[in-house]
C-alpha cells in the first residue's frame, strides 16, 4: 500500500486504498497483476469508463481462478470437531472438578480421622514422653492414603516420619493438651497430606473420558458432513462459480439458476434469487456509492485517530477529568472518572441525572452552574461515596470557550486525596490520643488541665487532678500475655469513662498509668466521691478471654491550688500521693501533703544518683553473726548492703532498694550484692571458717527475672564458693506470684545445693501449702513478732506456734532482731535453732567480720553491743 495525500490536506496518517494498475491506466489492454489491492471502486476524480471496469472484473476472475479454493465442508467439520472437542474438555473438566472435590473430602475425612481417634492417645504419649510410642503412632499414620509427612513437636523435642511435600499439599495442624489439663498444649501435630496421587488418578480418568468424547464428536462431524455436502455445498459452489463470473456487462442478463430436483423455495434459492437482484442494482449503485464511501472512510479515519490520541492522553492520566455541556451531558470522560465514579460504565452522552442520585446530581449541577458563573477555574474538596467508600477529592472546575468566546461546557480534573486526608487525621489522632485505649495522651491531657485551672482562677473554685496505678499488672501481662494486658487496659479505661462526669478527662500516660481530670470542684469531697467510684468500678471482675481477672487500683489526688499552681506540679503530687497509697496495702486513695512532697523528692534524688552510685563502686556490704543458740557458735551471716554518702552516715536499703527495683536497676545491683557476698564468703573459708555460711536477701524482681538460676551458679563457680555455702532469703509474696515459674527456679537453686529460706515468715501470706510445695530449708520469724516476746501475749504464742509447726515440718528456725538476754533464753528453751539481733551483735563490715571469726569466742548471753537504729536489709 503507498501512500497518497489528498490535495489540500497534509495527513501523513491517511492511506488512500491503491487502484489495480487496470483502474489506474484506462484503455491500456494490460492484466492486474497479484499484488494489486483488488477492490472493484471508482475513486472520486478517477476517469473509469465501462471497458476499464470490464477489465478489472477479468482481471479478477482471472485471479480468483488462480487461488486455491478454501472449501466449507472441511472448515464445517473442523467446527464441528472443535466444538465437539470444547463440549468434551468442559464435560470432562466438570466430572473431574466433582471427582477433585471427593478427593479433597476424602482428605478432609481422613484429617477427621486422624482427629477423633488419634490426638488423644498422641497427646498422652506426648505427656509420657513414650518415644517409641509416638513413632509408631506417627508410622500408622503414615499407612493412611495421601498422608507424605508427619511431624510432632513437643517443647524442644521434634519426631517426624515421611518427607515433606514442598508443593501441592495440604497441611493441617492440632493441638495437643495436656490429659488432665485440657486447656494446657504441650505440642503439635502436623499432617501434611501429598496431592499428587490425587492428581494421577484425576489424570487417568480425564484421559478415558476425553478420548470417548473426542471420538464421538469426530463420527458425528463426519456424518454431519455427508449431509451438508450433499444438500448445501454443492449449491453454494454453483454460486460462487457465478459469481466469480459475473462483470458489469452481464449484470442482470444472465440469471443464476440452481440444479435442483422439485421446487422447493428454501434459503438456497432465496440466496439465489437474492444474487440476481443484486446483479441489477450493482450497476447502478456501485459508482455513487463506492464514491461516498471513500469519502467518509476519510473523514472517519481522521476524526477516530484525533478521537483516539486526546482518549488516550487523557485515560493514562490519574486525575479523574470530564466535560459537561450545559444541559449537563457528559462529552467526555477519562478512565479515571469511569472507575472512581460510574463503576466503569461508560457515560458519555448521558445526563447527570440518568447516572446519580437526584439529591447528588442536583449538587453537582449547581458547582456547575457557580463555574460558569465564576468565568474562571473555581477549586473545592468534595467527599463522593462511591464503590471504594467515601473518598475525598481535590476538583478543579473550569469553564470551556468555543473560538468566539462563547462557553459551551465546563470541564473538571478531580485528583484523589483520600490517602492524604486519612493520613493527616491519623497524625492528629496519634498526636492527641492513645492508640490502644483511645483515651487522650499526656500532651491532651496537660491541656486539659492547664484550661481548668485557667477557668478555676476566674470562678475560684478547684481542680483535682488524680494519678491511678493498677495493682500487679506486670503478673497479668507475664502470666496470661501481653494482649490480654492490653485487652485488660481497654476495659479498664472504658470503666475510667463510665466514672467520670461531663467535662472530666480520663487520660493514659503509659503502661498501666492513667491519670483524671476533675474541673470546676467546689471541695474536696466530690473527689472523694469520684476516686471511691473509679476504685469500686476496678474492683469488679474482669472477663478476659475465658479468664476471670481481679484487679485493684491505687490512686492518688493532688488540688489546686493548694499543691500546685500549674499542670506539672498538679501531676507531680498526684504522682507522689499515688505512691503513698501503694505503701499503705494498695487498693486505696490517698491525698498529697507536704510528707509526700519530701518523700517524693528524696526518691528522685536518690533514683538520680543510683545508677552513678552503681558505676562508681559506692556500695559496701557489712554482715550480721547469725548465732546457734545451743552452743553461741558463728555459723553465718546475713549480708547487708549499705550506701555510705560523703557527709557520714548510710542511705538505708528500704529507701533506695524500692527506688532501684522501680527504675530497672535491681538486676545489676542484686548481682553485684551476690557477687560480693560470695566472694566475702569465700575469703572466709580461705581463713580456715569452712562451715559459715552467708545469707543474701533476694527481691521479687531478681528470682522472676529469667537465668537468675543460671547467673548464680555462674557467681558460684567464678568465686570458687561451695553452693552449700549460700542461703537465699525470699519473702512470702514472691512464693504467691507465678508459681509455675517460681517453683522451677527454685527448684534448680535447691538443686544445685543452694538453701532457701523464708524471711520475715508470719507476715505474708502464710500457708502451709507453700512451704510444703517449694523446697524451703529455713523458717526467719520476723522482729516484729520476737519483740513482744516475754509481754505480749498474742506474738509469745505466734513465735511458739512457728516454732512448733518448722519443727513439724523439718524446716530449721532462725529468729530476727533479738536484742535482750530473755528473748534468746526464750528461743533456746523452745527450741529455736539459731537467732541474729543487736544482742549479738549488729551489722558489721568485712573486716570486723573476720576478727570476730577469727576470735573463736561462743556468742551466749552477751551483752548488747550499743548501735545505731538499723535500716533494714535487701528485701
Not at 609 to 624: D, I, N, S, T, W
Request: some cysteine; charged content about 25%.
Amino acid at each position: 500500500m503507498r501512500v497518497s495525500r489528498t490535495p489540500g490536506r497534509q495527513n501523513p496518517h491517511w492511506r488512500r486504498p491503491r487502484l489495480p494498475y487496470c483502474l489506474r491506466h484506462p484503455g491500456r489492454q494490460v492484466s492486474c497483476r497479484p499484488d494489486d489491492e483488488l477492490r472493484p471502486v471508482v475513486m472520486p476524480g478517477c476517469p473509469v469508463g465501462k471497458h476499464a471496469l470490464n477489465t478489472s472484473l477479468l482481471a479478477w476472475k482471472r485471479w480468483l481462478a488462480r487461488a486455491r479454493p478454501r472449501r466449507l465442508a472441511p472448515r464445517l467439520i473442523a467446527a464441528v470437531v472443535l466444538v465437539g472437542v470444547a463440549l468434551a474438555l468442559l464435560s470432562t473438566a466438570l466430572q473431574l472438578y466433582g471427582d477433585y472435590r471427593s478427593e479433597l473430602r476424602t482428605i478432609d475425612e481422613e484429617f477427621a480421622q486422624i482427629e477423633r481417634t488419634t490426638l488423644d492417645a498422641l497427646a498422652n504419649s506426648v505427656w509420657s514422653y513414650n518415644e517409641t510410642q509416638i513413632r509408631l503412632t506417627l508410622n500408622g499414620l503414615m499407612q493412611l492414603r495421601d498422608v507424605a509427612h508427619v511431624e510432632v513437636k513437643a517443647n524442644s523435642e521434634r519426631f517426624e516420619a515421611g518427607q515433606r511435600v514442598k508443593e501441592r499439599a495440604i497441611r493441617r495442624g492440632f493441638e495437643l493438651h495436656e490429659p488432665s489439663r485440657p486447656a494446657l498444649s504441650i505440642g503439635t501435630l502436623t499432617v501434611e497430606a501429598s496431592l499428587d496421587g490425587v492428581y494421577r488418578r484425576l489424570l487417568d480418568r480425564g484421559l478415558v473420558i476425553l478420548a470417548a468424547e473426542s471420538a464421538k464428536a469426530f463420527l458425528i462431524a463426519l456424518v454431519i458432513l455427508v449431509l451438508v455436502n450433499r444438500w448445501i455445498t454443492r449449491h453454494l459452489e454453483t454460486m460462487a462459480g457465478y459469481t466469480r463470473e459475473m462483470s458489469l456487462d452481464r449484470l442482470g442478463r444472465e440469471p443464476l439458476r440452481l440444479q435442483r430436483t422439485g421446487r422447493r423455495g428454501d434459503e438456497l434459492d432465496q440466496v439465489a434469487a437474492a444474487l440476481n437482484d443484486m446483479s441489477r442494482e450493482l450497476g447502478r449503485e456501485l459508482a455513487r456509492r463506492t464514491a461516498a464511501d471513500a469519502e467518509r472512510e476519510r473523514l472517519f479515519a481522521a476524526y477516530e485517530h484525533n478521537r483516539w490520541l486526546l482518549q488516550a492522553i487523557i485515560d493514562n492520566t490519574p486525575a479523574a477529568i470530564f466535560v459537561r455541556d450545559h444541559e449537563s451531558r457528559f462529552l467526555l470522560v477519562n478512565r479515571s472518572y469511569r472507575e472512581f465514579f460510574t463503576g466503569g460504565v461508560d457515560v458519555v452522552g448521558k445526563t447527570l441525572e440518568e447516572v446519580f442520585p437526584h439529591d447528588q446530581a442536583e449538587s453537582y449541577l449547581l458547582a456547575d452552574q457557580r463555574t460558569l458563573r465564576a468565568d474562571s477555574y473555581v477549586q473545592t474538596e468534595v467527599e463522593v461515596t462511591n464503590a471504594q467508600g467515601l473518598r475525598a477529592y481535590m476538583a478543579q472546575r473550569f469553564p470551556l470557550k468555543r473560538s468566539d468566546g462563547e462557553m459551551f461546557a465546563v470541564g473538571c480534573v478531580a485528583t484523589d486525596i483520600t490517602e492524604r486526608k486519612a493520613s493527616e487525621e491519623r497524625i492528629r489522632y496519634l498526636a492527641q490520643y492513645d492508640v490502644l485505649t483511645g483515651l487522650p495522651n499526656r500532651t491532651v491531657f496537660r491541656d486539659r488541665v492547664s484550661q481548668a485551672i485557667a477557668q478555676a482562677q476566674r470562678s475560684g473554685a478547684q481542680v483535682a487532678v488524680m494519678f491511678l496505678d493498677l495493682d500487679h499488672f506486670k503478673n497479668v501481662n507475664d502470666s496470661l500475655g501481653h494482649e490480654t494486658g492490653d485487652e485488660l487496659l481497654k476495659s479498664a479505661a472504658q470503666r475510667l469513662r463510665n466514672c467520670l462526669r461531663a467535662g472530666d478527662t480520663a487520660a493514659r500516660l503509659g503502661g498501666d498509668e492513667f491519670v483524671i481530670c476533675l474541673p470546676t470542684l467546689s471541695e474536696a469531697q466530690h473527689a472523694i466521691s469520684i476516686a471511691e467510684k473509679v476504685l469500686d468500678a476496678l474492683r469488679q471482675p474482669f472477663s478476659l478471654d475465658g479468664n476471670e481477672l481481679h484487679v485493684r487500683g491505687s490512686l492518688g489526688i493532688s488540688l489546686y491550688p493548694g499543691d500546685g499552681i500549674d499542670a506539672d506540679s498538679l501531676m507531680r503530687a498526684a504522682d507522689a500521693a499515688m505512691y503513698h497509697a501503694k505503701e499503705k496495702g494498695r487498693d486505696s486513695f490517698r491525698f498529697f501533703t507536704a510528707e509526700l512532697n519530701q518523700a517524693a523528692q528524696r526518691r528522685l534524688e536518690v533514683a538520680n544518683r543510683l545508677y552513678e552510685a552503681l558505676q562508681r563502686g559506692e556500695f559496701v556490704m557489712h554482715y550480721q553473726p547469725k548465732i546457734e543458740l545451743s552452743t553461741g557458735r558463728i555459723f553465718g551471716a546475713e549480708a547487708l548492703i549499705r550506701w555510705p554518702q560523703p557527709g557520714g552516715g548510710f542511705i538505708g536499703p528500704n529507701e533506695f532498694i524500692r527506688v532501684a527495683e522501680e527504675t530497672g536497676l535491681i538486676a545489676p545491683l542484686g548481682e553485684w550484692i551476690l557477687r560480693e557476698s560470695c566472694a566475702e564468703a569465700a575469703r572466709w573459708h580461705a581463713r580456715g571458717h569452712e562451715g559459715v555460711t552467708v545469707a543474701v536477701n533476694l527481691s521479687p524482681q531478681q528470682l522472676l527475672r529469667p537465668g537468675f538460676p543460671e547467673m548464680a551458679q555462674r557467681v558460684l563457680a567464678e568465686t570458687g564458693l561451695p553452693p552449700q555455702s549460700l542461703e537465699l532469703e525470699i519473702t512470702e509474696g514472691v512464693l504467691m506470684a507465678k508459681t509455675a515459674e517460681n517453683a522451677s527456679a527454685l527448684d534448680s537453686l535447691a538443686a544445685m545445693g543452694i538453701g532457701l529460706a523464708i524471711d520475715d515468715f508470719g507476715t505474708g501470706y502464710s500457708s502451709l501449702a507453700y512451704l510444703q510445695r517449694f523446697p524451703i530449708n529455713v523458717l526467719k520469724i520476723d522482729r516484729s513478732f520476737t519483740d513482744g516476746l516475754g509481754s505480749d501475749a498474742g506474738d509469745t504464742a505466734i513465735v511458739t506456734a512457728i516454732i512448733a509447726m518448722a519443727h513439724s515440718l523439718r524446716l530449721h528456725v532462725v529468729a530476727e532482731g533479738v536484742e535482750t538476754a530473755e528473748q534468746a533464753l526464750f528461743l533456746k528453751s523452745h527450741g529455736c535453732e539459731a537467732a541474729q539481733g543487736y544482742h549479738f551483735s549488729k551489722a558489721i563490715a568485712p573486716d570486723q567480720f573476720i576478727k570476730l571469726l577469727d576470735s573463736g569466742l561462743p556468742m551466749r548471753i552477751a551483752p548488747l553491743i550499743p548501735a545505731p537504729a538499723e535500716a533494714g536489709s535487701v528485701k
